[in-house]
């Protein structure tokens, strides 16, 4: 019930790409789906997120796409540049739950 | 400038040793979590705490222990029984005491052990 499902676990395009990552849950009271973007070394940083009332959000190069009927959204990155690569998580958190449930990760490489 | 200060950056642990990492944040942040990473196993919560003086367990919080005697401090103790605590540690804030906001995390602090 609790769990966030990404993938895939490893991703490799080259500059200029539109790399896609998924991210599956199974809990219908989750209502806050974030993205974080994480380099090696530090603490993951918050990139994008979305509540269910919307079906798209678009930040910079950034979008979430989510679709409440399938319980899947993903996360696209437009013109990927090599300064793009590192691990992004998804994650879900709602209702009585106050916890964030994170994905395993994405490793995104982006060849100039 | 806001933020969280995790320390130390590398902490080296010896057999049947209690190490303690530090966490401390200055955003006036009310809910605080620490959580376990290791490679290809994402963010795995230990504890979190919603207020002073009080915290709750995560989903793997054998073997830790922590305290919130302060609303900017949020210390982890990784104990003797915790047989396998070779990991990144990263420690987080949110304002509110809700999972629906954004989390604000520290650079991590990597335990190995001699």
């Known amino acids: 019930q609790q769990q966030v499902k990404q993938s895939p676990q490893s991703l490799i395009v080259q500059k200029g790409g539109i790399p896609i990552i998924n991210c599956a849950y199974e809990?219908?009271?989750?209502?806050?789906f974030p993205w974080y973007q994480q380099f090696p070394g530090k603490g993951p940083a918050l990139l994008i997120a979305?509540?269910?009332?919307?079906s798209e959000k678009k930040e910079g190069r950034f979008t979430i796409s989510f679709n409440k009927s399938a319980k899947q959204f993903s996360l696209h990155i437009m013109d990927s540049q090599p300064g793009d690569s590192a691990t992004y998580f998804c994650?879900?958190?709602?209702?009585?739950?106050?916890?964030?449930?994170f994905g395993k990760g994405t490793l995104l490489t982006v060849n100039p | 400038d806001g933020g969280i200060t995790q320390s130390p950056k590398y902490l080296f642990r010896k057999e049947g040793q209690n190490v303690t990492l530090s966490c401390e944040q200055n955003?006036?942040?009310?809910?605080m979590y620490w959580y376990r990473q290791d490679p290809g196993q994402g963010l795995r919560l230990i504890y979190y705490?919603?207020?002073?003086?009080?915290?709750q367990k995560g989903d793997i919080a054998e073997g830790y222990s922590v305290s919130r005697e302060k609303k900017e401090s949020f210390p982890l103790t990784v104990t003797s029984a915790q047989k396998n605590p070779t990991a990144f540690y990263l420690c987080?804030?949110?304002?509110?005491?809700?999972?629906?906001?954004?989390?604000?995390f520290g650079d991590g602090t990597r335990l190995s052990i001699l």
């Open positions: 705490s919603q207020i002073v003086n009080d915290f």
């Open positions: 979305i509540r269910p009332d919307v």
């Open positions: 809990n219908t009271a989750f209502d806050y």
């Open positions: 955003l006036n942040h009310d809910a």
């Open positions: 994650a879900a958190s709602g209702g009585s739950n106050y916890k964030l449930t």
């Open positions: 987080a804030s949110t304002v509110g005491h809700h999972g629906n906001q954004p989390q604000h």
